[in-house]
């Protein structure tokens, strides 16, 4: 077998981002955002979705679709759904052979953006109701041909109404100039 050296460096890189939560304010986000938004307020953004590749990458996460099953979720959506899902309530996660780590960031605040699949809504809103942490969403339409005004103003004052959230959580208050510097990053 040959062997990657790209590999050992990645597997440092996810060790430091996995450890690199500990003692400090986390916001949980889907990968399509708001990220930028979250990190304008101080947190560390963990992204859920890089731990159900992990279960995917460990090949684990067949083992715990069916407590999510179990729970009411349907085999047939999203497999890091499930699987993380499944994951956490076997109080398993490959983090801990990995990186030796007990299991995910505890979050402060999630939230999610339904782009890329509906699906993240139910996950996240698990774990809000799990963490008993505030939780908000951008839903931004979707199959579009174009897009119009109306749509980028919804998205927009979706946005907005995230920042009274953040500003509680974080105990921060939102600032545009650091905002716009966290996106020039």
């Known amino acids: ?16 981002y996995f450890q690199g939560f500990a003692g400090k304010k986390v916001a949980w986000c889907t990968s399509v955002g708001p990220a930028e938004l979250l990190r304008a ?19 684990t996460a067949m083992d715990y679709i069916p407590a999510a099953t179990k729970q009411g979720y349907s085999g047939h959506v999203c497999s890091y759904t499930t699987s993380d899902i499944g994951a956490f309530l076997s109080k398993e996660t490959p983090l801990k ?67 009274p959230i953040c500003e509680k959580a974080s105990s921060v208050k939102f600032d545009n100039d650091r905002f716009r510097e966290v996106l020039r990053l």
Request: hydrophobic fraction near 40%.
């Open 1 to 16: 077998m040959i062997k990657i050296k790209s590999a050992a460096l990645l597997k440092d890189v996810m060790r430091d």
């Open 41 to 59: 307020f101080g947190f560390e953004v963990y992204f859920p979705e890089n731990h159900g590749a992990l279960l995917g990458a460990t090949r």
């Open 97 to 163: 052979k990995q990186y030796g780590l007990e299991g995910v960031p505890r979050p402060d605040l999630i939230v999610y953006n339904t782009n890329q699949c509906r699906e993240v809504e139910d996950w996240f809103h698990f774990y809000a109701r799990h963490f008993n942490c505030p939780i908000a969403g951008i839903h931004p339409p979707r199959h579009l041909h174009e897009v119009t005004k109306d749509e980028i103003d919804l998205v927009v004052r979706q946005f907005k109404a995230i920042i």
